[in-house]
Each structure stands twice: as C-alpha cells, then as structure tokens.
C-alpha cells in the first residue's frame, strides 16, 4: 500500500512512499489534486458535448419530408435567430467541429451523431478510470501522511518523557 503505481508501464517506476517526507507527500497529493481537478472539468466538458450530439441525432429524428415548407427558426449564435423554411428534408448541414460544416443525408447525420456519441461516451470512460486510479493513489498518500504525522507526534511525546 505505500508503494504506488497503479499499472505497471515501460517509463513508469514505483514510489516507495514511506521514503518521502512529509512536504514531499503533501505536494505529490497537491499534484494529483490537480489532475483529479482537471479529470473533472474534462468530464464536465465531454458530458456537455455529449449532451448536444444526443439533442441533435433527436432533433434529426423529427426530421420528415412533411416538414418541407415549415417555417423554422434557425441559430445564427447561441441566443440569436433567425426566421428560415425548411426547403430540403433529405440533406441537412452539420457543425464537424471548430467551425467546420459539412452536407450529409439525415441517415448519414444521424449516424455521425450516433458515432459521436458513443466516442465521447468511450472517452468518458477512460478518464474515469484514471480517475478512480488517481484517487487510490491521494488516498494512499493521505494515509502515509497520517502514519507520518503520528509517528512524528509520538516520537515528540517520549523527547518530552
């Protein structure tokens, strides 16, 4: 339990963390902090552009040849639009990413939203996973500060005796 690597790879070594001292653990805890912080806000993130692929392949499955001519409202920003007819039910215009936009049938769209969402999904797994892993590791460390802190106390108790 004070050793810590949590899987074994090429360019990774094992800490033996009973050998670090007391500011040495508090700042590799403060470093994993940091990366449990960013863990979260990259879920955070990858939730919300979850969320926006699943509203879309759902916007695109009340996407039918009667909605051809119905007037429709259409996004110029995230709080700005503009009147529009639907003139084309069989090709619709996606936003790729970063500005980027391309002509694909509803099937072929909702497919690639589908796509998307399984990918991010996939992602979000993964980061939890490390995540989990990096809090085995501060739980570690936490623990061996403790230990430390304790010893530290009980050898200052018998200088005092």
Avoid: W
């Avoid at 074994?8 to 700042?27: F, G, R, V, Y």
């Avoid at 003139?87 to 072929?108: C, E, L, S, W």
């Avoid at 939203?113 to 936490?142: H, N, P, Y």
Wanted: aromatic share 6%; charged share 25%; proline share 2%.
């Amino acid at each position: 339990m004070s050793l810590i690597s949590s899987n074994e790879a090429p360019n990774m070594q094992q800490i033996d963390l009973t050998s670090l001292n007391i500011q040495q653990l508090t700042t590799l805890k403060q470093q994993i902090d940091q990366e449990l912080n960013l863990f979260q806000n990259s879920l955070h993130h990858l939730k919300s552009a979850q969320g926006k692929f699943n509203v879309s392949g759902e916007c695109l499955e009340k996407f039918t040849p009667e909605c051809e001519g119905k007037s429709i409202l259409v996004p110029l920003t995230g709080s700005m639009y503009v009147p529009g007819k639907i003139a084309d039910t069989k090709n619709v215009i996606i936003d790729i990413g970063t500005r980027y936009y391309a002509q694909k049938d509803v099937n072929d769209a909702k497919d690639y939203f589908k796509r998307k969402v399984v990918f991010v999904t996939e992602q979000m797994e993964k980061i939890q996973m490390l995540g989990l892993e990096k809090s085995k590791i501060r739980d570690a460390i936490c623990e061996v500060i403790e230990m430390k802190i304790q010893q530290q106390s009980q050898q200052a108790a018998t200088v005092k005796s």
